[in-house]
């Protein structure tokens, strides 16, 4: 693949993820639970882990995280946003690089990580256990919504083929 093909795709990646998190945020939470979303920005994610590889995907995790923090959030967001998108991210290229798994459940392996990963930074920032009472919650609410950014995802790897 051409750089400047690759830098543009990866460029657009980065932009999605942000646009994706930001409406995300403008939407109420649909449970009681704290930490539960979508994350529809992984769509970007896994996209790009897919489509570019592993370090092109952690760029996009890296700017959607960094960007939204500066605008719309602060220090601590930042970290939770970090720790949850470093595991996940991880996780992911892990299971992916078996090629055993499809991206649904590459997918889910990086919602549930995800929230590990925040429930874990949680732990250490607030210095308490406490938090870990969500964690069934979390997992739930990861393996749901990593189902369907798998479903989306795996659709847009096999309908828009980034090598010409």
Known sequence: MKKSRKVTVLALCASLAMVLSYVESLFPAFVAVPGVKLGLANIAVVFALYSLGFWEAGV???????????????????????????????????????????PVSVSVAGGVLHNLGQIAMACLLLETNVIFYYLPYLILSGTLAGIAIGLLAGYLVRRIPIDP
């Open 60 to 102: 996009v995790s890296l700017v959607r995280a960094v960007t939204l923090a500066l605008l719309f959030g602060n220090g601590a967001s930042l970290l939770y946003s970090l720790a949850g998108a470093c595991l996940s991210l991880a996780g992911m290229a892990a299971l992916k690089k078996t090629g055993l798994f499809a």
